[in-house]
């Protein structure tokens, strides 16, 4: 398995500079195709207006999306012209809440998805739409990269948040192109289950299975000694000086097909290093 197509989704050209730069650097290194979905985001909502100004108020709305698309087309092309790599640019303009069907049919396609923090200054709910329609809805691992990182996702020393979950486990799988070219892949678990599969050799099974696809690992196992396992995780990237994280993504919500969890939220808030997450 290999990442041949990259997908990085552009709503503002100077908020995503990072990402783009990001994926620019992982199709280049993976002689990968990069496409860039440059969108224009409605932010109205069906029966917002007073009767009588819907239809001008949404003209209006549509028209202003339809630049945002247009002007964000036209600086990732101008970024893109020089670059030795295979690419393409396409606009989209979509409803905030019809983002999960326009970028999951588009994300289905890709291997792998770069995005920005959701999180910040100058940044909406629509980023936050977008990985959750990435990940919930195209089913693809995407990887969010923090503020002002640039080049590829280099992974020396990786970090994988353990915890026998559907979900790490599909992150695992997903991230194994770049587990592979990994130094060593650190299995961390936290606070391993006192009963279960795992309970005399947290973490052995997962580092059996990478092994066999020739990737050096180790297990470390802790306890939770901070409020919030994201704590200790952030705290042992940064103790062990990992460059990359791998983990589960989850999310519910009664009202929407998908929000990220807390944990996963926090997780994108704090890492400082890039993150590939899976559903």
Request: one cysteine or more.
């Amino acid at each position: 398995m290999s990442y041949k197509t990259i997908l990085t989704i552009v709503t503002n050209p100077k908020v995503d500079a990072s990402q783009l730069d990001t994926a620019i650097a992982v199709a280049r290194r993976r002689d990968a195709h990069l496409d860039v979905l440059c969108m224009g985001i409605d932010r109205t909502q069906t029966g917002y207006y007073y009767a009588g100004a819907t239809a001008f108020v949404q003209q209006e709305t549509i028209d202003r999306a339809q630049d945002e698309a247009r002007l964000a087309n036209e600086a990732v092309r101008a970024r893109l012209r020089s670059e030795d790599i295979r690419w393409g640019a396409d606009t989209v303009v979509s409803q905030i809440g019809a983002m999960a069907t326009v970028v999951g049919q588009r994300a289905r396609f890709a291997d792998l998805v770069v995005m920005g923090r959701p999180y910040g200054d100058g940044r909406g709910t629509d980023l936050e739409a977008a990985i959750e329609a990435a990940l919930f809805e195209g089913q693809v691992p995407v990887a969010i990269v923090p503020d002002s990182y640039k080049g590829d996702i280099p992974a020396k020393r990786v970090v994988i948040a353990w915890n026998q979950s559907h979900e790490a486990m599909r992150a695992v799988r997903a991230a194994l192109p770049v587990l592979k070219s990994a130094d060593l892949v650190d299995i961390t678990v936290i606070d391993p289950p006192t009963h279960g599969p795992e309970r005399s050799d947290p973490g052995g099974q997962l580092s059996q299975m990478l092994a066999r696809h020739g990737v050096n690992t180790e297990v470390s196992v802790l306890s939770k000694t901070m409020p919030r396992v994201s704590d200790v995780l952030n705290r042992h990237i940064r103790d062990s000086n990992a460059d990359a994280l791998v983990m589960g993504a989850y999310g519910h919500s009664r009202f929407r097909e998908a929000i990220l969890g807390g944990a996963t939220r926090h997780m994108l808030e704090m890492a400082d290093v890039p993150v590939i997450m899976a559903h």
